[in-house]
C-alpha cells in the first residue's frame, strides 16, 4: 500500500500540475540531438505507471518518433500506479519487460540487492551522465554502479514569502545562529517561525533529515537509514538537541499534530508563518495569485564545514536484469534521456529534472531549485523512502511524539532501537 508520505505527495503534484502542448520545434530539436548508430529493428517493451496524461502522450511521442529513427517498436504498457507496486514484485522475476518506471533510493536497492535490476554504469560512461547529473546520482547508485536514471524529483527545503520578508526586512537564515534570532523576529511579529503540520507524520521525517543532513553528513544520515547505526548512537544526541532548542523556543506550529501539512501550508500562505519545510507542491496551498510571492531558501548550517546534502525524492526509470532486449533498451533510454526529451517529459508533471543541461522550465520554483541543485554535494530521497517501510513508520511516529514530549527522548529511541534491531537483522 501507499504510505501517507506517497499518496500526499501525489495528490499535492496533481493539484498543480499544469496543461502542457509539446512543440514541433521541440520535436525537431531533439530529433537532431539523437543520432543511432545502427537502425537494428526489434522491439522494446515498457511498463509505466504514469498517472497524468499529458504526460503519457510526451512518452508515446518520444516512442513514436525513436521507432522512426531506428526502426525498432516501441510498446508502453501503462498500469495504475498503486497496482504496479504490487505487479512489479512477480514481472521481475517473471515476465519482465524491456524498462519499467519506478523510485529510485532504498526501494531501487531492494531489487538490486536481488539482481533484479540492470547494471547500467556503461551507459552512463557512454553518455557522459555523470557531468550532467551531479549530486542527483547518488539516488541511484549502489556500491559504485549506476542501476537506473533518475527523473523528476522534488527538492526539500524551506519556503516563506517574498512580501513579507521584504515588508520585515528579513533574509532568510543560512547558519544555526541565525535561525534562532530569525525565529525571534518572527515571534516578535506576532507570527509563527516554521509553520509543520505532522498529523500525516512524514514532515517530521523530512525535519529530523535536514538535521541529521547538516550534523552528521550523508553517509552517515545513509548508514542510519539502512540499518547500520543504532538510533541510541551518540551521534543522534546533537540533532535531538538542536531540535529540541527549537522546541523549546517554540518555533512550530502548537497545534502541529492535528494539523495536516496542507493547513500547515495555508498558514505559510495567510502570513501566520514565516517559513515551512518542504517540497516545491507547496505552492498548491496559495491562492493562484499568491504563487510569485513563494520563494525557497535552503536549510541552514548547522555544524560549520559540513558539506551541503539535500533530500531530493526523485523516481527513476530501469533496465529489468532478465529484460530481453538489455541493448534495445540502452539505446531507447539514451534517446528518452536527450535534454529536450527528459524536458517535455518532466514539464508535463511540474517536476523538477535531475539533469543540469534541460530547457527552462515555465515554472520559476523548478528553475529555482534547478539552480539550488548545482551547489549540493550529494542527495538522499526522504526518510520513509531512504529506509524499510516499517522501520519509517515507527520512526516518523516516534518524531512525532518528540515534538509534543520532547522529553520522552530516550524511550522514543530506545523504542526505535527495538524495531531496527528487529528489521535490519
Same mark, same amino acid.
Given at each position: 500500500?501507499?504510505?501517507?508520505?506517497?499518496?500526499?505527495?501525489?495528490?499535492?503534484?496533481?493539484?498543480?500540475?499544469?496543461?502542457?502542448?509539446?512543440?514541433?520545434?521541440?520535436?525537431?530539436?531533439?530529433?537532431?540531438?539523437?543520432?543511432?548508430?545502427?537502425?537494428?529493428?526489434?522491439?522494446?517493451?515498457?511498463?509505466?505507471?504514469?498517472?497524468?496524461?499529458?504526460?503519457?502522450?510526451?512518452? =508515446?511521442?518520444?516512442?513514436?518518433?525513436?521507432?522512426?529513427?531506428?526502426?525498432?517498436?516501441?510498446?508502453?504498457?501503462?498500469?495504475?500506479?498503486?497496482?504496479?507496486?504490487?505487479?512489479?514484485?512477480?514481472?521481475?522475476?517473471?515476465?519482465?519487460? =524491456?524498462?519499467?518506471?519506478?523510485?529510485?533510493?532504498?526501494?531501487?536497492?531492494?531489487?538490486?540487492?536481488?539482481?533484479?535490476?540492470?547494471?547500467?554504469?556503461?551507459?552512463?560512461?557512454?553518455?557522459?551522465?555523470?557531468?550532467?547529473?551531479?549530486?542527483?546520482?547518488?539516488?541511484?547508485?549502489?556500491?559504485?554502479?549506476?542501476?537506473?536514471?533518475?527523473?523528476?524529483?522534488?527538492?526539500?527545503?524551506?519556503?516563506?514569502?517574498?512580501?513579507?520578508?521584504?515588508?520585515?526586512?528579513?533574509?532568510?537564515?543560512?547558519?544555526?545562529?541565525?535561525?534562532?534570532?530569525?525565529?525571534?523576529?518572527?515571534?516578535?511579529?506576532?507570527?509563527?517561525?516554521?509553520?509543520?503540520?505532522?498529523?500525516?507524520?512524514?514532515?517530521?521525517?523530512?525535519?529530523? =533529515?535536514?538535521?541529521?543532513?547538516?550534523?552528521?553528513?550523508?553517509?552517515?544520515?545513509?548508514? /542510519?537509514?539502512?540499518?547500520?547505526?543504532?538510533?541510541?548512537?551518540?551521534?543522534?544526541?546533537?540533532?535531538?538537541?538542536?531540535?529540541?532548542?527549537?522546541?523549546?523556543?517554540?518555533?512550530?506550529?502548537?497545534?502541529?499534530?492535528?494539523?495536516?501539512?496542507?493547513?500547515?501550508?495555508?498558514? /505559510?500562505?495567510?502570513?501566520?508563518?514565516?517559513?515551512?519545510?518542504?517540497?516545491?507542491?507547496?505552492?498548491?496551498?496559495?491562492?493562484?495569485? =499568491?504563487?510569485?510571492?513563494?520563494?525557497?531558501?535552503?536549510?541552514?548550517?548547522?555544524?560549520?564545514?559540513?558539506?551541503?546534502?539535500?533530500?531530493?525524492?526523485?523516481?527513476?526509470?530501469?533496465?529489468?536484469?532478465?529484460?530481453?532486449?538489455?541493448?534495445?533498451?540502452?539505446?531507447?533510454?539514451?534517446?528518452?534521456?536527450?535534454?529536450?526529451? /527528459?524536458?517535455?517529459?518532466?514539464?508535463?508533471?511540474?517536476?523538477?529534472?535531475?539533469?543540469?543541461?534541460?530547457?527552462?522550465?515555465?515554472?520559476?520554483?523548478?528553475?529555482?531549485?534547478?539552480?539550488?541543485?548545482?551547489?549540493?554535494?550529494?542527495?538522499?530521497?526522504?526518510?520513509?523512502?531512504?529506509?524499510?517501510?516499517?522501520?519509517?513508520?515507527?520512526?516518523?511516529?516516534?518524531?512525532?511524539?518528540?515534538?509534543?514530549?520532547?522529553?520522552?527522548?530516550?524511550?522514543?529511541?530506545?523504542?526505535?532501537?527495538?524495531?531496527?534491531?528487529?528489521?535490519?537483522?
Amino acid at each position: 500500500m501507499a504510505s501517507k508520505n506517497e499518496l500526499s505527495l501525489i495528490n499535492a503534484i496533481k493539484a498543480s500540475r499544469r496543461q502542457f502542448m509539446i512543440g514541433t520545434g521541440v520535436a525537431l530539436a531533439t530529433t537532431a540531438l539523437y543520432r543511432p548508430a545502427i537502425a537494428n529493428g526489434g522491439e522494446v517493451t515498457i511498463i509505466s505507471d504514469i498517472g497524468n496524461a499529458n504526460q503519457r502522450a510526451v512518452l =508515446d511521442r518520444i516512442a513514436a518518433d525513436f521507432t522512426k529513427k531506428t526502426g525498432t517498436k516501441v510498446t508502453i504498457n501503462n498500469m495504475d500506479h498503486e497496482a504496479h507496486k504490487t505487479a512489479i514484485r512477480s514481472y521481475l522475476v517473471v515476465g519482465a519487460p =524491456d524498462i519499467c518506471f519506478w523510485f529510485s533510493g532504498n526501494r531501487m536497492k531492494a531489487f538490486v540487492d536481488r539482481g533484479l535490476f540492470d547494471d547500467i554504469s556503461d551507459l552512463f560512461v557512454k553518455e557522459g551522465y555523470s557531468d550532467k547529473l551531479g549530486a542527483t546520482m547518488t539516488a541511484v547508485t549502489v556500491n559504485g554502479k549506476q542501476y537506473g536514471l533518475p527523473l523528476g524529483g522534488i527538492l526539500w527545503g524551506l519556503f516563506y514569502r517574498k512580501d513579507v520578508f521584504a515588508e520585515k526586512g528579513w533574509t532568510a537564515p543560512t547558519n544555526w545562529d541565525d535561525f534562532l534570532k530569525f525565529g525571534e523576529a518572527a515571534k516578535s511579529a506576532g507570527m509563527t517561525p516554521i509553520s509543520m503540520g505532522t498529523k500525516e507524520l512524514w514532515p517530521t521525517g523530512g525535519w529530523f =533529515d535536514h538535521m541529521n543532513l547538516r550534523i552528521n553528513g550523508l553517509d552517515k544520515h545513509l548508514a /542510519l537509514m539502512e540499518g547500520k547505526i543504532p538510533y541510541t548512537d551518540p551521534m543522534l544526541k546533537p540533532v535531538f538537541d538542536k531540535w529540541e532548542e527549537l522546541i523549546k523556543a517554540n518555533f512550530f506550529s502548537a497545534s502541529g499534530p492535528s494539523f495536516g501539512w496542507e493547513q500547515a501550508g495555508a498558514a /505559510l500562505a495567510q502570513k501566520k508563518a514565516a517559513m515551512m519545510d518542504l517540497g516545491g507542491f507547496i505552492k498548491s496551498a496559495f491562492p493562484a495569485g =499568491d504563487e510569485a510571492q513563494i520563494a525557497f531558501a535552503p536549510f541552514p548550517e548547522i555544524v560549520s564545514g559540513v558539506e551541503r546534502y539535500e533530500d531530493f525524492s526523485v523516481n527513476s526509470v530501469h533496465i529489468p536484469a532478465k529484460a530481453k532486449n538489455r541493448q534495445g533498451a540502452r539505446d531507447f533510454l539514451a534517446y528518452f534521456y536527450q535534454p529536450d526529451n /527528459l524536458g517535455a517529459f518532466l514539464e508535463a508533471e511540474g517536476t523538477i529534472p535531475p539533469r543540469n543541461d534541460c530547457p527552462p522550465s515555465k515554472d520559476p520554483l523548478v528553475n529555482i531549485a534547478v539552480e539550488s541543485l548545482k551547489g549540493v554535494k550529494g542527495t538522499s530521497q526522504y526518510y520513509d523512502r531512504d529506509t524499510d517501510p516499517d522501520m519509517a513508520q515507527d520512526g516518523m511516529k516516534g518524531f512525532q511524539e518528540f515534538t509534543v514530549k520532547p522529553e520522552r527522548r530516550d524511550q522514543i529511541l530506545a523504542r526505535l532501537e527495538k524495531t531496527r534491531a528487529r528489521i535490519f537483522k
